[in-house]
């Protein structure tokens, strides 16, 4: 495998933190680790399955104003099961992915770089809005199998990400005390459900996210001591400026909404997030669903920001947006059009820089699945930004 910036110094002096990426579909979470500011980091690998997200992951770099080199090499395209033990041995014919992904670890352990994992496996099993089958389903497992790649390779740290259900809903908090708890004998943790919103995402988007650091480098520190030192909600800083915001109708005056919100506000909303990210002139804009004349009909009765039901719902311009993707990969309606949203316009939803653009040429159900998969950039960058203070913080030594 290509050891990408193995012995690099970040923009900030110090050296850089190695970070393994699994479940990585199109890379929203890399993306937010690597643009991180000050440059803090170095993806060693990404992992992922599907081939339609691998090509997205690689072709959303190229494509950078400033592009991220993705080498032949650097996709493993297995499943997380091919990196995990059996009775101390890789699985059957997969010793050579195994090797290839410990060598990595090797060269980075051999350097003393600080290694992180992140990831957000498949979460629609304890979606709310699914079946619920959580364990039971037929991705429910895959996070066990991420925590146990997590004790089994004993990273300096970790960050997990699912939807809240999966530690909000009483029928899964069992499973999620039952994973969470394997961790604890080596690892201080701490689970918060946070919304994209709180960072600067224009899309309300409530996600689990579970933050573990190894016991053995922080010495006495208790659980709250962790969670204080983490300083989650210096991070959220949209948090505080939205929590009192009196979000404008479709009635309402434009010109009175426009005076009466700070613009940073108004960049949360659908039609400035749009118009900021140029969105009509995206190459994923081409991207849209077709719909049936009877659809059409259905679509235009909808009220703007109608969010009722389980399906067809149709954003405001002036609020932000819902869900990206729901359901089964269901996407928006568009505030005034009668059509779904575009690619381009789920994109910067998600609030992927305005460069970040997928192959035109993959089917549409693929896209948005790709975009619905993924951890909101600024969130991730927010993420991202966090542990890298904590780090600096509390493990000074190993920076330099």
């Not at 032949?72 to 059996?86: H, K, M, T, V, Y």
């Not at 994973?179 to 689970?191: A, F, T």
């Not at 939803?349 to 948005?368: E, K, M, N, V």
């Amino acid at each position: 495998m290509s050891n990408r910036d193995q012995s690099l110094t970040s923009e900030c002096g110090t050296r850089k933190i190695a970070i393994y990426s699994f479940f990585s579909c199109s890379g929203f979470l890399d993306l937010g680790f690597e643009l991180a500011e000050g440059a803090p980091y170095a993806i060693r690998m990404a992992n992922e399955i599907d081939a339609n997200f691998r090509r997205c992951y690689k072709y959303s770099r190229a494509h950078l104003k400033n592009p991220i080199d993705v080498p032949a090499d650097f996709i493993f395209s297995n499943s997380i099961e091919d990196f995990i033990l059996r009775n101390n041995a890789p699985k059957k014919n997969k010793d050579k992915i195994y090797s290839s992904f410990t060598a990595l670890l090797q060269g980075d352990r051999a350097q003393r770089n600080i290694i992180g994992f992140i990831g957000g496996p498949p979460c629609p099993d304890f979606s709310i809005a699914g079946k619920n089958l959580g364990q039971k389903g037929k991705v429910g497992p895959l996070s066990s199998r991420y925590i146990s790649l997590i004790r089994q390779e004993r990273p300096d740290f970790f960050l997990f990400e699912n939807v809240k259900g999966l530690y909000k809903s009483a029928s899964h908090r069992k499973y999620f005390n039952y994973i969470s708890g394997l961790l604890n004998k080596d690892y201080l943790i701490d689970p918060q459900v946070v919304n994209a919103l709180w960072y600067g995402v224009p899309q309300y988007r409530e996600r689990l996210i579970m933050i573990g650091v190894k016991k053995q480098l922080l010495g006495d520190m208790t659980k709250r001591e962790f969670h204080d030192a983490l300083r989650w909600e210096v991070f959220q800083s949209y948090k505080s400026l939205i929590s009192n915001v009196k979000w404008p109708s479709a009635r309402t005056s434009i010109d009175h909404w426009a005076k009466s919100l700070p613009e940073k506000i108004r960049l949360l909303t659908v039609e400035k997030c749009w118009e900021s990210r140029n969105v009509t002139n995206h190459p994923n804009h081409q991207n849209q669903t077709r719909q049936r004349p009877a659809t059409v009909a259905k679509i235009a009765r909808l009220p703007e920001g109608n969010a009722t039901g389980k399906s067809y719902h149709r954003l405001s311009r002036y609020k932000y947006a819902f869900t990206a993707a729901y359901g089964h990969n269901e996407v928006p309606i568009h505030p005034v059009e009668n059509r779904r949203i575009s690619v381009a316009e789920a994109l910067a939803t998600q609030s992927l820089p305005t460069d970040f653009a997928f192959p035109t040429d993959i089917g549409i159900s693929a896209l948005y699945k790709a975009v619905g998969n993924g951890v909101p950039y600024l969130m991730a960058k927010g993420l991202a930004e966090m542990i890298f203070n904590f780090l600096k913080e509390k493990l000074p030594e190993r920076l330099t």
